[in-house]
């Protein structure tokens, strides 16, 4: 345990020490090596002959449009990275990297769920009915969970990522743009293959293996395997020889078959199935720090956090795809896509003390975080002897955590039939899509005690519904399909004109069930079970265990019994009684009780039914068993089902005494809607210039039930997004002096309909009575989505390379983006229900500057066994953005109830007395949204001995840039997820 609280201290030290010294250094010194490298061909040219051969730049190919063209033949911002270029610019098998080398592009891991936003189009809903804006495909087939996606970077032949909206081309969902993931196919060439291992910091240890059998001229097969694990990239605080989280441990394997019998009939099968594990991937709370005046990226290491317990991730992924195609004539052709994937993820989130995240220094006038630790604070003597609620270093044994499990089963069917002549090529067809998604999450606590009088005299109550309590959806399903074509027609030999259209539609079906449980029961229990109980504390200190390691949820669908006892809104036992809603109490009018009532579901039982397993510390369960005669188990939904009866004169009026009668509920949404795309192309010499004017759609989705304090119902639904892009570019190849280049640009407008944003919505009166103060532990948190905005998005957007002697180049892709939100109103979570006007400010997730620029070289040589060696630096730069609308601006209402903007210290956030006793009180710079700019650097470079051994290193992110890519902020939290520190290796491969 020391070695491993010295390593931690250790790791560290080291990195504030090695950001301190050498950012600064790397940033001043890249410039002038930039510059000094791009100048290099000249000096070459002084001393030397210009090479003889002529220089070229390779012809990318892509299938952007479902066919194969250039890449600087399609009317359209494009980028397309083959394996080598991703190993060149160190995005290794990190799908989240992909962002570091295509400007606009985000990807965030939020607890194992990806979020893409691309020029500032995407979603950040966890929820199974809302669709991801930025459609992601593997091998041209729709995936609509990112997070079935896994580790697929390996053997892969290209990635493809394509902006704008792409409906009539890439199917549903395609608003923002399609990523595709497009792996090596077999081959009828020799046996052949490769074997490449790898190893790195954080002990990373990496596997990828590659087969390919050519079983005859016509029958091929193609086999990889794939691994890669890694420790922590955090360390833990608390230095209590608890391991922090974001360990990794992903195994994945693919097969795959082409059958080409003759030059008509072609068939190709992938079969794959990937094991991702580990201990999570944790977001930070970042609340306290900001409010203390520091800006995460600021923070000596980012990555030391506050941990109890490390968390438990599991996700097991599999699918098989086909294609097959027949062309009947040189003019036609028929194709046929199907798949079937589905996933299970599981997730137990790291225990943390509430609001303590990163760790920040104190500072006059500011309480650094040691002094709102637990176990920091309570090593001081006088702290401990005073007995503030949070000097009990018990709480350091809690397991209080947050689990989530999903699993989701897809179906595809696309028949297109294509077409091309002398001057037209067109494509018409049908998309089927099914998907049946089942999931399941509460947090699990050592529960929440306290003296509850209210009830009946003499009783303590304990909760078990954190986050909204225990939420399941069962058999929820998508469903959709359409019709579509698109065409190209050639006026003339220079000049085109594009048309497509795709009618869309969906049906989703919500089947979820909701409960909240508290037990009641006599306080001497607790000295008959043997337990220690401090009730100086609030909320009560004992020695009740759950949630120790091995304990487990149930997965989705899993349970067995599904009818319990809903008491509704009623808390003191005379009423609960009355209306019997403890269903293993009856009460008579003789006052009689019974312990059964038909067709119910013993509550206890039900409680009990939830679980799989419990911990090898656990007693809960021991607890309920042994005193089941003597616990109420009160059970209550936030599902609303309003009852009305008849008051004494004759009127039909809501009962309020029972409104919350059903802890099921079933919502379907039908829709449908119309994507099309028109432009033009026209060539000029080896130039082109293009138009388009497209539109994308992101179908709509469901909420939970949701009632504000003041009744309000929101809204159960929302409606689908729409996008209107107008787009002019060129495609441009020039050569100037003797130096090959290619230069790109395009301008592009948005017109963003009914824009969804999610909120973390805090619902008030989820527990009516918590304890005496009926304040302590009584917030509930959902996400909730609604169509809250409009927004316009325009800009510029410029890549291209250029070549020069000795194998150097120079690549580069940079955008402008400036969005703005109108028509809005946005429920603003931070200060209760207050809905605010937001107009003006810039869509989350959206930087105006964002650039790429690489400089590489590549050169065959003779120097002894080395036959070539190459080498890359790309540097990839953001400027600031937020991870809200509200854009780190307060707001608030004057005397006459009129919004105002108020600096965003002026908010008041929930200063929940959870929190250690000693820490000061937050301001509203806990609120903060805003994510300032960064410039992330990669390297690497690599070596080829023979024709079959190659060598290599990288470094990602070398000067340690830190930057939050999601965000959940409301008046009780500020999680942030982050990107991943430096990280370097060596790789070692063998080709034969």
């Not at 592009?105 to 979603?123: A, D, F, H, P």
């Not at 608890?242 to 441990?249: M, S």
């Not at 996400?783 to 800009?795: C, H, M």
Request: with cysteine.
């Amino acid at each position: 345990m020391t070695s491993k609280m010295n390593h931690n201290k250790a790791t560290t030290q080291q990195r504030s020490a090695y950001k301190t010294a050498n950012r600064s250094v790397f940033k001043q010194a890249l410039l002038p090596l930039a510059i000094t490298a791009l100048s290099y061909p000249g000096l070459l040219h002084a001393q030397e002959q210009k090479a003889a051969n002529e220089r070229f730049i390779e012809e990318v190919l892509v299938t952007t449009e479902r066919r194969t063209q250039s890449l600087q033949d399609v009317a359209g911002t494009v980028q397309s990275f083959s394996s080598s270029d991703l190993d060149d610019l160190a995005i290794n098998s990190d799908f989240t990297n992909l962002q570091n080398i295509v400007p606009g592009l985000q990807i965030t891991n939020q607890e194992g769920k990806l979020e893409v936003y691309l020029r500032g189009i995407g979603s950040s809903d966890s929820d199974f009915s809302s669709d991801p804006s930025v459609a992601t495909h593997y091998n041209g087939v729709y995936l609509s969970r990112p997070r079935s996606i896994g580790p697929m970077f390996f053997d892969v032949e290209r990635v493809e990522v394509n902006k704008g909206p792409q409906g009539t081309l890439r199917g549903r969902n395609a608003t923002g743009g399609t990523i595709n993931i497009i792996s090596s196919k077999p081959k009828f060439d020799d046996v052949g293959g490769y074997v490449q291992i790898g190893s790195g910091n954080f002990h990373a240890r990496t596997m990828e293996g590659v087969l390919n059998v050519p079983l005859s001229d016509e029958f091929a097969m193609r086999a990889a395997v794939f691994s890669d694990s890694h420790d922590s990239y955090f360390t833990n605080a608390y230095g209590s020889g608890v391991e922090a989280p974001g360990a990794a441990d992903n195994s994945a394997a693919r097969l795959s078959f082409l059958w080409e019998p003759n030059d008509q009939f072609s068939a190709y099968v992938m079969a794959d199935k990937v094991k991702e594990q580990g201990s999570g991937y944790p977001g930070a709370f970042s609340g306290r720090a900001l409010s203390a005046g520091y800006d995460i990226e600021d923070l000596d290491d980012p990555f030391n956090q506050y941990f109890r317990s490390a968390g438990r991730m599991g996700n097991e992924i599999e699918g098989i795809a086909s294609t097959l195609s027949y062309d009947f004539s040189d003019a036609v052709t028929l194709e046929y896509n199907a798949s079937y994937r589905q996933y299970s993820f599981y997730n137990a989130n790291a225990s943390r003390e509430w609001q303590l995240g990163m760790v920040y220094d104190g500072a006059e006038g500011v309480v650094g975080s040691d002094a709102e630790s637990i176990y920091q604070a309570y090593q001081d003597e006088g702290y401990r002897n005073a007995g503030p609620a949070s000097a009990f270093p018990d709480r350091l044994n809690w397991n209080d955590t947050f689990y989530q499990s999903e699993k989701s089963s897809t179906r595809t069917h696309e028949l297109r039939l294509v077409g091309e002549t002398d001057r037209f090529i067109w494509a018409a067809g049908v998309f089927l899509f099914n998907e049946s998604f089942d999931y399941s999450s509460q947090e699990i606590g050592n529960g929440y005690f306290g003296y509850s009088d209210w009830f009946e005299p003499g009783t303590i109550s304990g909760f078990q519904d954190g986050l909204g309590g225990e939420n399941r959806g069962d058999n929820s399903s998508v469903e959709s399909k359409a019709f579509f074509s698109d065409g190209t027609f050639n006026i003339t030999d220079n000049t085109r004109i594009k048309a497509g259209v795709r009618f869309t539609q969906d049906k989703k079906t919500a089947n979820e069930s909701n409960v909240k449980y508290q037990f009641n029961f006599p306080a001497e229990l607790f000295e008959e079970f043997g337990l220690q109980v401090d009730d100086s504390t609030n909320p009560l200190t004992t020695d009740l265990v759950l949630g120790s390691n091995g304990f487990a949820l149930k997965g989705p669908n899993e349970r067995s019994l599904n009818n319990p006892s809903i008491c509704g809104e009623l808390w003191n036992r005379a009423d609960v009684d009355a209306a019997q809603c403890v269903n293993n109490r009856v009460v008579a009018a003789d006052g009689t009780v019974t312990d059964s009532v038909p067709n119910k579901d013993n509550n206890l039982d039900y409680f009990l039914d939830g679980i799989e397993s419990f911990g090898v510390r656990d007693n809960w369960d021991e607890f309920l068993l042994q005193n089941r005669d003597q616990i109420d188990v009160i059970i209550r939904s936030d599902f609303y089902n309003e009852q009305y009866i008849t008051d004494e004169s004759g009127n039909s009026v809501l009962d309020l005494d029972r409104s919350n009668l059903t802890h099921r509920l079933s919502n379907t949404v039908k829709e449908s809607y119309v994507d099309w795309r028109i432009g033009f192309e026209h060539d000029i010499g080896d130039n082109m210039i293009y138009g388009t004017l497209s539109t994308g759609t992101r179908s709509g989705g469901i909420n939970r039930p949701i009632k504000l304090s003041d009744g309000e119902q929101l809204a159960q639904t929302w409606d689908p997004e729409k996008l209107t892009v107008l787009e002019f570019g060129s495609k441009n190849t020039f050569d100037i002096m003797g130096n090959p280049i290619n230069l790109n640009a395009s301008l592009f407008y948005y017109d963003y309909k009914d824009k969804v944003l999610q909120s973390l919505v805090t619902v008030p009166n989820s527990r009516r009575n918590c304890g005496e103060t009926k304040t302590d532990q009584c917030t509930d948190s959902f996400v909730f989505s609604e169509n809250s905005t409009d927004a316009t998005i325009y800009g510029l957007e410029l890549d291209g390379n250029v070549l020069f002697d000795y194998g150097f180049e120079v690549t580069w892709n940079a955008s402008f983006i400036e969005s703005e939100l109108k028509n809005s109103s946005v429920l603003d979570t931070r200060g209760g229900d207050r809905v605010v006007n937001v107009d003006g400010n810039a869509l989350p997730n959206t930087s105006k500057i964002n650039a790429n620029l690489s400089l590489s070289q590549k050169r065959e040589v003779e120097w002894g066994s080395i036959d070539a060696y190459k080498w890359t630096i790309s540097l990839s730069h953001r400027s600031k953005y937020y991870l809200t609308p509200y854009n780190n601006k307060g707001y608030a209402e004057d005397a006459k109830g009129n919004q105002i903007s108020i600096p965003l210290k002026d908010m008041v956030p929930n200063n929940n007395p959870a929190l250690a006793d000693t820490g000061g009180q937050a301001n509203g710079l806990f609120f903060s949204d805003v994510v300032p700019s960064y410039t992330q650097v990669n390297m690497s470079a690599g070596i080829s001995v023979g024709e079959s051994i190659e060598i290599d290193a990288f470094v990602n992110n070398l000067t340690e840039e830190v930057y939050s890519g999601k965000g959940f902020i409301n008046n009780d939290v500020n999680i942030r997820f982050t990107n991943s520190p430096r990280i370097y290796g060596v790789r070692f491969k063998s080709s034969f």
